[in-house]
């Protein structure tokens, strides 16, 4: 599938990310960052991503409450 066609998305309130990931294995969307503030659930992120679970191994993980990331 073309990059044209494919959605370039930011998870918020992410948890472990196994939604993501299933619709990323859709080849429609490709995850630029993810914003999770609990711990457990970054460090299971992490370990997909490097893992080649996500389409993007250099996507961002923001271990942060959503109030505090500033989208610029």
Do not use: W
């Amino acid at each position: 599938m073309s990059d044209r066609n494919q959605f370039t998305v930011v998870s918020t309130f992410s948890g472990a990310m196994g939604l993501d990931i299933g619709i990323e294995q859709t080849g429609r969307f490709r995850t630029l960052a993810s914003i999770e503030q609990e711990s457990s659930f970054c460090d299971t992120i992490r370990a997909n991503r490097d893992a080649g679970r996500l389409a993007d191994r250099a996507m961002r993980v923001y271990q942060d409450d959503i109030k505090n990331v500033d989208p610029h």
